[in-house]
């Protein structure tokens, strides 16, 4: 084998993965892109059903009974800890 043949031969092995891997970008450059616009089409679609839908309101106003009752608990724990923390003081128990 002369040098200017082994020198073609590692030319042309260094060569096919370089094509190869430019093939494949493109193809992930091109082929992606449309595909994600095509899905980001889909879901802007689907959100505007989802905020068209008459539930909606339903659900801000479910979250907001949720809040107020929360707020409830709250006081309700508030006092009842107010409550233990005077009658361990009361009786000289060490509660914790």
């Known amino acids: ?3 200017q ?3 073609r031969l590692k030319m042309a092995l260094w ?3 370089l094509i190869f891997s430019a093939g494949s970008f493109y193809a992930v450059a091109t082929v992606g ?3 994600t616009a095509e899905r980001v089409e889909q879901i802007e679609d689907g959100l ?3 905020t068209a839908l008459k539930a909606h309101p339903v659900t801000e106003e ?3 009974t949720i ?3 929360q707020r ?3 006081d309700v724990q508030s006092v009842q800890s107010s409550n233990i923390s005077a009658i361990c003081q009361a009786t000289g128990a060490r509660c914790k």
């Open 62 to 64: 479910r979250i907001n």
């Open 72 to 74: 409830a608990i709250r």
């Open 48 to 50: 505007k059903i989802h």
């Open 67 to 69: 809040m107020i009752e």
């Open 5 to 7: 043949t082994e020198h």
């Open 33 to 35: 892109g449309a595909d």
């Open 15 to 17: 060569a096919i993965p």
């Open 1 to 3: 084998m002369t040098a």
